[in-house]
Nanobody, 123 residues
Framework: QVQLVESGGGLVQAGGSLRLSCAASGGTFSSYAMGWFRQAPGKDREFVAA????????NYADSVKGRFTISRDNAKNTAYLQMNSLKSEDTADYYCAAARMYIFRRHEECEYWGQGTQVTVSS
């Protein structure tokens, strides 16, 4: 059983930056593709970004491409989401997810989830 714990959320002004972290335990981290989803109040959970097991491949939602960067450190069992040029529409709860596949885009493909971390962007 894999446990995922997110951190790094908070309140930031529009145009600012935040880095989210996702610490994994209880499994072989390098066996899992890792990713991030977000859910704003009253909206469905949406894909943000994902990274393959080795870190070679990445996927991004069009809405964050060029502003967000996903990365991972397999030695530290941690995935990251660097968020730059934040906009008010990025305000949401951000969830880390893991899947035993090469890479993913859909939440149905993910087996493990963190509890979420809140990101609020003020305009």
């Amino acid at each position: 059983q894999v446990q995922l714990v997110e951190s790094g959320g908070g309140l930031v002004q529009a145009g600012g930056s935040l880095r989210l972290s996702c610490a994994a335990s209880g499994g072989t981290f390098s066996s899992y593709a890792m990713g991030w989803f977000r859910q704003a109040p009253g909206k469905d959970r949406e894909f943000v970004a994902a990274i393959s097991r080795s870190g070679i491949s990445t996927n991004y939602a069009d809405s964050v491409k060029g502003r967000f960067t996903i990365s991972r450190d397999n030695a530290k069992n941690t995935a990251y989401l660097q968020m730059n040029s934040l906009k008010s529409e990025d305000t949401a709860d951000y969830y880390c997810a893991a899947a035993r596949m090469y890479i993913f885009r859909r939440h149905e493909e993910c087996e493990y989830w963190g509890q979420g971390t809140q990101v609020t962007v003020s305009s």
